[in-house]
Structures are given as C-alpha cells and as structure tokens.
C-alpha cells in the first residue's frame, strides 16, 4: 500500500496550489480520502476528506469555500486544489486513506503518504 503526495511548493498569499496524491498496492475505490496538515509541533490538522465515491465531501470550517477535494478512481489519484491561500495554512500536507469511510479524525485512517511542503508567504 503506498500514497505518494506531490504538488506543493512555495506561493504567495491569495495564489491557488493544486495537490495530488497517487495510490497504488489497493483497491482504491473502497476507501475513504482524507488530506490532513501539520505544521512543526502542532497536531495533525483535518483539513478535507471524500467519500469512495466522491459523492460526498467535508471540510474543516478553516479552509470551507477556498479548498475542494476530489477523487478519479479510474486514476487511483486524490486532489485537493487550494485557492486563496493564506500564510496561515502553510504546513505540511498529508493524504491518507481508509477503508470504507471518511472521517475528520487522523486516527481512523489506516494508511499514509509522505508529507509535501506548501509554504505560503505574505
């Protein structure tokens, strides 16, 4: 099982960032997505999640209307584009997957990707 984020990069404020996350070694389109942030001794932040279907979506009330995950699961790939971005969310994101559902928590999903880096500066 493997996620592989990409995509970030550093921006100015008010600039849009495109991230994607490519999964392999499953069966993609059982699984709930979820992208997850974390900056240098902050816990791991919810920020989006997708059901398997892409049917549904959530969003932390910090990235609601500027942020907007989706899926392709005939490309086994996770997006989420990012719009309006601020310094504040500057972090390390994350993808990860779990079987079934889509949650806010981190604990429920199962598998990770590497972290990438969006830098966003004022």
């Known amino acids: 099982v493997q996620l592989q984020a990409s995509g970030g990069g550093l921006v100015q404020a008010g600039d849009s960032l495109r991230l994607s996350c490519a999964a392999s070694?499953?069966?993609?389109?059982?699984?709930?997505m979820g992208w997850f942030r974390q900056t240098t001794g902050k816990e791991r932040e919810f920020v989006a999640a997708v059901t398997w279907s892409g049917g549904s979506t959530y969003y932390s009330d910090s990235v609601k209307g500027r942020f907007t995950i989706s899926r392709d699961n005939a490309r086994k790939a996770l997006y989420l584009q990012m719009s309006s971005l601020k310094p504040e969310d500057t972090a390390a994101y994350y993808c990860?997957?779990?079987?079934?559902?889509?949650?806010?928590?981190?604990?429920?999903?199962?598998?990770w990707g590497q972290g990438t880096l969006v830098t966003v500066s004022s």
């Open positions: 070694g499953f069966t993609f389109s059982d699984y709930g």
């Open positions: 990860a997957a779990q079987k079934g559902l889509a949650t806010r928590s981190w604990l429920d999903y199962d598998c």
